[in-house]
Nanobody, 115 residues
Framework: QVQLVESGGGLVQPGGSLRLSCAAS????????MGWYRQAPGKQREWVAG???????NYADSVKGRFTISRDNAKNTVYLQMNSLKSEDTAVYYC?????????WGQGTQVTVSS
């Protein structure tokens, strides 16, 4: 059974930082492309960042220079370090693992940026 479990969300002030984690089980994690998406209230889900099995990273323009995606294949975990957070980063953040036609999603973790 495949499971992706996100953690690390919460309430943070503008300019603050959070690190999200996504622990995967039931997949050969090291060969999966991993990514983070987010969905703000009333908006469509949008892609945030991705990391390939070989470690290549990509970012949405809106988070480039502020967010960093990384992975630890020994721990079957992908991370999203979020710095200089803005109110517009408020959303539910989802982890996804992709291999060919298969996508597996986590349940999401809420990030709220507010003073």
């Amino acid at each position: 059974q495949v499971q992706l479990v996100e953690s690390g969300g919460g309430l943070v002030q503008p300019g603050g930082s959070l690190r999200l984690s996504c622990a995967a089980s039931g997949i050969m994690f090291s060969i999966y492309d991993m990514g983070w998406y987010r969905q703000a209230p009333g908006k469509q889900r949008e892609w945030v960042a991705g990391i390939g099995g070989g470690g290549t990273t990509n970012y949405a323009d809106s988070v480039k220079g502020r967010f960093t995606i990384s992975r630890d294949n020994a721990k079957n975990t992908v991370y999203l370090q979020m710095n200089s957070l803005k109110s517009e980063d408020t959303a539910v953040y989802y982890c996804v693992g992709s291999l060919g036609p298969n996508d597996y999603w986590g349940q999401g973790t809420q990030v709220t940026v507010s003073s």
